[in-house]
């Protein structure tokens, strides 16, 4: 087992790069079993006019392309903010081993809240959750940009 680092720093960076797009800043990282950097991505819904273009999305999508494999079993994925419900189900379906997620999303989360994606029924596969990982960044980070625009 190698030791435990965190790739949050990252995703955070990611979240920052999506604000300086003008999107809002959530970060997402997927990391393989070794420890590597699989994929990373920020949130791209606007420059892609895609709804579904959120940070997990695209880092699920880049990752599974990379492996070649609809599925990523023993990877972890990173995420700035409570994944959506959308998020959620997509990280069950590629059967994520553990997702650590930063700021609790009150309005739009699915996992702590809302549709509680995981401990729903119909959830083939739940991965060993973390939250609040650098929870006051990201959260500082959707506050600015939030601010900002008004
Ligand atoms: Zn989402």
Redesign the pocket.
Known sequence: MSPFRSHMDLALSEARAAAARGEVPVGAVVVAPDGSVVARAGNRTREMNDPTA????LALRAACAAAGSERLPGHDLYVTLE??????SAISQARIARLYYGAPDPK?GGVAQGPRVFSHPQSHHAPEIYDGIAADAAAGLLKAFFAGRR
């Open positions: 959120h940070a997990e999305i994944p959506c419900p959308m998020c959620a739009s």
